[in-house]
């Protein structure tokens, strides 16, 4: 089982950047691709950005040149850095990490809340 543990959301400015982690915890695990998904009010749940083992990443239309996504495999830890935030970037924001052992799976953080606002 594997435990993910994010942080770094809060209200933030036009304009104004933040930085998400996720820390992920457990045994006996490797992960393949760590992500970042959000979900605005109403709207459903869509894919930020992904770093898969390797280092390869790929972003939304949306974010590219704003967002960058980071991985350290030392500590099983992304980060999203978001610059030049927008208020459209206001969502609930979740980590998934993809496992490769010992099964392929997925495991969703609980959420962390940015709010892009004047």
């Known amino acids: 089982q594997v435990q993910l543990v994010e942080s770094g959301g809060g209200l933030v400015q036009p304009g104004g950047s933040l930085r998400l982690s996720c820390a992920a915890s457990?045994?006996?695990?490797?992960?393949?691709?760590m992500s970042w998904y959000r979900q605005a009010p109403g709207k459903q749940r869509e894919l930020v950005a992904i770093?898969?083992?390797?280092?390869?990443?790929n972003y939304a239309d949306s974010v590219k040149g704003r967002f960058t996504i980071s991985r350290d495999n030392a500590k099983n830890t992304a980060y999203l850095q978001m610059n030049s935030l927008k208020p459209e970037d206001t969502a609930v924001y979740y980590c998934?990490?993809?496992?490769?052992?010992?099964?392929?799976?997925?495991?969703w953080g609980q959420g962390t809340q940015v709010t892009v606002s004047s």
């Open positions: 998934k990490v993809t496992t490769i052992a010992p099964s392929v799976s997925d495991y």
């Open positions: 770093v898969i083992s390797g280092g390869n990443t």
């Open positions: 457990g045994s006996g695990f490797s992960i393949y691709a």
